[in-house]
């Protein structure tokens, strides 16, 4: 889900303020009725017919039963919620509950836009959402938002290719490793058929993310807190793997390296790739627009010397700081997460719940569309390794993006990906930390 980050202010999208005040003025200016009713404003960005239609029911239902307290349903956009938020908190008017992203909080939660919600959760949330999610959304030992849905990467493969081919087929228990999984793609290609197709027009979060597996971090925090980025042995393996099923074994479609995820369905269906990594949510999109008879599974993503181990950005929910009613916000938060309703939330977008409680719902561990082979990767979900690190949408816009790009095509090395996300990147991230 595409996100642009921190444009100038003067082009942030103003139309969107106008939607956020809706609902939010009172005879107080600012969330309260004449007759004392309680009005709050609840930006959601689901986009997906079921989310939306999830959202909105679960936001009635509150109504229904809190007439003291009513929540308006607002809708946002992925594809302009930084610039969105950005003019609301400038303005004084952001929507009291902010459904945002945990990799788009750290500038709002260092800015002062964001309130702290750490006395504020009930510790039914708190315990039921395990520390390894909580540690998306701190910032200098607050918490910002409460992480909620998570995606991780699986492998869509085409059925029948791969049992026809007699590969051994991977499951969470047994994975496939990464050299394993260059081995297998390079079976799987045959005339008119790669093996493996990888969407990498924005490759960045995709290397990040898969490199944990491999123990590859390349940010590294020091003692005094300042971030230094390294290239260790970890950090190369997996886009090692990338370059080599592109370059030597042309095992991996050149043409995807510049697509999205949706433009390789077709290539899928038509058995023109074996594979495709994919977020989890894609299932939909496969379930939809698959032809009839077509057979799919899905599976893990390679493994490495860290096992499953991938990194992850999950949906949060945030309460401005600007808020004069957030006890209330967080009530609603806390109605919205408990266990039932985070099901029907993480059913409506495809995706996984970060609880517990949610995540042992039947419902979601049928072997049905994958849901099985999803919850099975959750325990293996980390905090994505740049979470934190400010200057990190620089030093991906102007550094990592065209350096990974040129690597996955063979136009530059090891060595020289290496300098450049090394020495380029550190002279990024140190004007950030003065």
């Known amino acids: 889900m595409p996100r642009r980050r921190l444009p100038a202010l003067a082009t942030a999208v103003t139309t969107a303020l106008?939607?956020?005040l809706a609902g939010c003025s009172g005879d107080d200016g600012r969330g309260t009725e004449a007759d004392g009713t309680i009005r709050l404003s609840f930006q959601s960005l689901a986009w997906q017919k079921e989310s939306v239609d999830a959202n909105k029911q679960l936001v009635r239902e509150w109504n229904a039963t809190h007439p003291d307290v009513q929540v308006d349903y607002v809708q946002g956009s992925w594809d302009n919620v930084h610039d969105q938020l950005l003019t609301s908190f400038e303005g004084g008017e952001a929507p009291d509950i902010i459904h945002d992203a945990s990799d788009d909080l750290a500038d709002f939660a260092y800015g002062g836009y964001l309130a702290d919600l750490r006395t504020l959760l009930p510790d039914r949330l708190t315990e039921d959402i395990p520390q390894q999610s909580w540690a998306t959304t701190t910032f200098d030992g607050g918490v910002?938002?409460?992480?909620?849905?998570?995606?991780?990467?699986?492998?869509?493969?085409n059925t029948e290719l791969l049992e026809a081919s007699g590969v051994r087929i991977p499951t969470p228990a047994k994975p496939w490793s990464?050299?394993?999984?260059?081995?297998?793609?390079?079976?799987?290609?045959?005339?008119?058929?790669?093996?493996?197709?990888?969407?990498?027009?924005e490759p960045v979060s995709v290397t990040l993310n898969l490199g944990l597996s491999s123990g590859g971090r390349l940010f590294h925090r020091g003692a005094d807190g300042k971030v230094a980025i390294r290239f260790d042995e970890g950090d190369g393996v997996m886009p090692g793997t990338v370059r080599d099923q592109v370059v030597s074994d042309r095992s991996a479609a050149r043409p995807s390296l510049g697509m999205g995820g949706s433009d390789t369905l077709p290539g899928l269906?038509?058995?023109?790739?074996?594979?495709?990594?994919?977020?989890?949510?894609?299932?939909?999109?496969v379930v939809e627009q698959a032809p009839e008879g077509f057979a799919w599974s899905v599976l893990p993503v390679p493994a490495g010397s860290a096992g499953l181990a991938q990194g992850v950005s999950p949906q949060t929910l945030s309460v401005a700081e600007d808020s004069p009613h957030k006890k209330e916000a967080v009530r609603f938060v806390d109605f919205l997460l408990r266990p039932a309703n985070m099901v029907r939330l993480a059913k409506g977008d495809w995706m996984l719940p970060t609880g517990t409680e949610a995540l042992a719902d039947p419902a979601l561990r049928t072997t049905e569309n994958g849901w099985a082979t999803g919850t099975a990767l959750a325990r293996a979900l980390r905090p994505a390794p740049?979470?934190?690190?400010?200057?990190?949408?620089?030093?991906?816009?102007?550094?990592?993006?065209?350096?990974?790009?040129?690597?996955?095509?063979?136009?530059?090395?090891?060595?020289?990906?290496?300098?450049?996300?090394?020495?380029?990147?550190?002279?990024?991230?140190?004007?950030y930390q003065r």
């Open 269 to 285: 269906f038509g058995g023109k790739y074996a594979m495709v990594p994919l977020g989890f949510s894609y299932r939909q999109q």
């Open 386 to 431: 740049a979470q934190s690190v400010r200057g990190y949408p620089e030093w991906k816009d102007k550094v990592a993006t065209p350096a990974l790009q040129e690597y996955y095509s063979g136009a530059i090395g090891t060595a020289e990906l290496r300098k450049r996300l090394v020495e380029d990147g550190n002279r990024v991230l140190a004007r």
């Open 178 to 201: 990464w050299p394993e999984f260059r081995q297998v793609t390079a079976e799987l290609t045959k005339k008119g058929t790669y093996g493996v197709a990888w969407p990498l027009k």
């Open 18 to 20: 106008a939607l956020l």
């Open 144 to 157: 910002y938002g409460v992480p909620f849905l998570q995606e991780p990467k699986v492998l869509i493969a």
